[in-house]
């Protein structure tokens, strides 16, 4: 059974950080190019960033570049988001999602597999 499972989400102040994982199984990860996804409250799929399969390439998204950190460690079959410096608009359901392709995704489209999501909410 194939399976993507974020965690690290939470409740953080504006310009605090935060650490998600996603443990994947069932799938051969270092097969796959990773992204993170988000959605926030009543809006649609926001692309994050995208890493590919080595780690040796990492796409962001423009509001994300300088802040985020896409990461990956193919021994753990686990995918990394290092967020810093949040912002109250960074406030979303964030989703790894695992594409079965040469070419990395930086779309919310054409991924092979999706988490359940893990929340995260900046707030003072």
């Known amino acids: 059974e194939v399976q993507l499972v974020e965690s690290g989400g939470g409740l953080v102040q504006p310009g605090g950080s935060l650490r998600l994982s996603c443990a994947a199984s069932?799938?051969?990860?270092?097969?796959?190019?990773m992204s993170w996804v988000r959605q926030a409250p009543g809006k649609g799929l926001e692309w994050v960033s995208s890493i590919n399969w080595n780690g040796g390439h990492t796409y962001y998204a423009e509001s994300m570049k300088g802040r985020f950190t896409i990461s990956r460690d193919n021994t753990k079959n686990t995918l990394y988001l290092q967020m810093n410096s949040l912002k109250s608009e960074d406030t979303a359901v964030y989703y790894c999602?695992?594409?079965?392709?040469?070419?990395?995704?930086?779309?919310?489209?054409?991924?092979?597999?999706w988490g359940q999501g893990t929340q995260v909410t900046v707030s003072s």
């Open positions: 999602a695992a594409a079965y392709t040469v070419f990395v995704p930086t779309t919310t489209r054409n991924y092979n597999y």
């Open positions: 069932g799938f051969t990860f270092s097969d796959y190019a």
